[in-house]
């Protein structure tokens, strides 16, 4: 069994930050690449940013030189710092993570996504 837990959205204004965290937990032997997802009402789930074992970064467009993906592999967590947030980032914001776990086995965990508000 293995978990993944994201922790720090909420409401911020434009222009505002929210620094986000997923802390993976259970029978884990290492972890992949790790990322970040969001959704949008209505709108398909999309990539945000993810980031390799060996920490190789890749943002998608939109978050580009606002948004920073880092792992702190000791604590098994991934965080995302979003700066400059705009309302069009306003969304569930989902982590991902490739884990080896005990047994072999390799598992695609997903989280159980945090709300990001962006508004005035």
């Known amino acids: 069994q293995v978990r993944l837990v994201e922790s720090g959205g909420g409401l911020v204004q434009p222009g505002g930050s929210l620094r986000l965290s997923c802390a993976a937990s259970g029978n884990i032997v290492s972890i992949n690449t790790m990322g970040w997802f969001r959704q949008a009402p209505g709108k398909q789930r999309e990539l945000v940013a993810t980031i390799t074992g060996g920490g190789a970064t890749n943002y998608a467009d939109y978050v580009k030189g606002r948004f920073t993906i880092s792992r702190d592999n000791a604590k098994k967590t991934v965080y995302l710092q979003m700066n400059s947030l705009k309302p069009e980032d306003t969304a569930v914001y989902y982590c991902?993570?490739?884990?080896?776990?005990?047994?072999?086995?390799?598992?695609?965990?997903w989280g159980q996504g945090t709300q990001v508000t962006v508004s005035s």
């Open positions: 991902n993570a490739g884990l080896w776990v005990a047994g072999g086995g390799f598992v695609a965990a």
